[in-house]
């Protein structure tokens, strides 16, 4: 009987709408939630029998709620420097807790701090994850999640970082008298021959071990020197001598630094190995570009020292953390130095509505949204990290209370329905009689 049909529609427009009001609900209260992604519901007919020609029965209907997850979230401005938003595709990476075997998660929810270990954790309790980065700022993406560690950057508080850059900007004379006597490499470190011009820089090692590198230049023509680079006293490295770097460098005519004709050997990056058994790392030789004006040049004024830049150091505490917009984590000192610590990945998937929710506003992997793939902010369809920003909730609070009464208009009707057919079929039963 199509009445019984009709009985069925209704209890199922009860529980379509009852299921449309949970989803309002949720909005509603998560509206101040970081990241929250609003949850939708729509609603598809059920038919009990489609073919024309016979008896009409109800077949109701059915409510599908998804979370917009892909929905992008206004940014708005934090204090805290630890605070993040995404602006474009993309989620944060996070575990559960510290542990390598610690459960995945995926988050748009930017607002970690410190906990009191030291890791960056956020409001859902989800710690983020990224690449540590070497002494050079490097890191290799090989897409595996188990090369990401938890980001914590309290472990530097009195470590050491090891000298990685050189940089000097120097101009060598070109009035000086060419030296015209014999050469060998090693005489400047030797002191057998008197450098025309030279400055020492301090460097240090890995343990913070301080150490005095000399860069010692001679002219032996015209817009011709001799360059060499030594420790002072030669005992602080195995190299014979103390000599770790030699070779000529030639300028053009325009007093510019010709790196083409000159020996690579005195660009190259050096990589000493210290006697106190401290462990060596490159350091990168900032000499200026070929053809450049930023590093050595040749020009008619006194040989000087323009200005130079040596990294490295022992590290004091750690007073606060910056990330940038390319998502490097750097660590700030007491002292005013920095340090890059961590590389922020991004998760990007083919179907981010697909995903399925987890508590704590975060999101694991589904059939239905494909597979991950990890890269580093802004490469390969990954969107750009905001730094002191927020992603606030989609929720439209306006929307979503016209909703509400347009779900308990159509649950108060869906239950009209219900008891009118049960009065009718009230009359049936008293046909009997």
Do not use: C
Request: hydrophobic fraction near 40%.
């Amino acid at each position: 009987m199509s009445l019984y049909s009709a009985l069925y529609a209704g209890v199922s427009g009860l529980n379509a709408h009852s299921t449309a009001m949970s989803g309002v609900a949720d909005n509603i209260t998560n509206i101040n939630t970081v990241g929250y992604k609003s949850a939708d519901t729509q609603f598809r007919t059920l038919v009990a029998d489609g073919r024309p020609g016979v008896p009409y029965s109800a077949g109701g209907v059915g409510a599908v709620t998804r979370s917009l997850v892909s929905k992008q979230g206004v940014l708005q401005a934090s204090s805290s420097s630890t605070d993040i938003g995404i602006e474009g595709a993309g989620f944060f990476i996070t575990r559960d807790g510290v542990g390598a075997d610690a459960n995945i998660a995926y988050t748009r929810a930017g607002s970690f701090t410190p906990d009191n270990s030291g890791f960056l954790r956020n409001a859902g309790g989800y710690y983020l994850q990224g690449w540590p980065l070497d002494a050079q700022g490097e890191y290799v993406n090989t897409g595996n999640l188990a090369a990401l560690t938890p980001v914590r950057v309290s472990q530097l508080t009195g470590t050491a970082a090891a000298t990685s850059q050189l940089q000097m900007r120097a101009n060598l004379s070109s009035v000086t008298p060419a030296f015209t006597a014999a050469y060998a490499a090693g005489d400047l470190a030797a002191g057998t021959t008197p450098a025309h011009f030279s400055r020492t820089f301090d460097i240090v090692d890995a343990q913070g071990g301080s150490h005095s590198v000399t860069l010692a230049f001679l002219k032996t023509g015209p817009n011709s020197w001799e360059g060499e680079i030594y420790a002072t006293p030669a005992s602080d490295v195995t190299a014979p001598g103390g000599l770790l770097a030699s070779g000529g460098i030639a300028f053009n005519p325009d007093g510019s630094l010709n790196r083409a004709a000159s020996d690579p050997g005195m660009f190259a990056a050096l990589t000493p190995t210290w006697t106190n058994g401290a462990a060596s790392s490159p350091i990168t030789l900032a000499l200026g570009t070929d053809g450049g004006l930023d590093g050595l040049t040749s020009f008619g004024g006194p040989s000087s020292l323009i200005s130079s830049d040596v990294d490295g150091g022992l590290l004091g505490s750690v007073s606060s953390i910056r990330i940038s917009e390319e998502g490097v984590v750097s660590a700030v000192f007491e002292d005013g130095t920095s340090r890059a610590v961590y590389q922020l990945p991004l998760a990007n998937f083919q179907n981010a509505d697909g995903l399925t929710r987890l508590p704590g506003n975060a999101y694991r992997v589904s059939d239905q949204s494909g597979s991950v793939s990890i890269n580093a902010p802004g490469a390969l369809g990954a969107g750009g990290i905001s730094a002191n920003t927020l992603e606030a909730s989609t929720v439209d609070l306006a929307g979503e209370f016209t909703n509400m009464i347009r779900f308990q208009r159509a649950y108060s009707a869906s239950s009209k329905i219900i008891t009118t057919v049960d009065e009718m079929l009230q009359e049936v039963s008293n046909l009997k009689r």
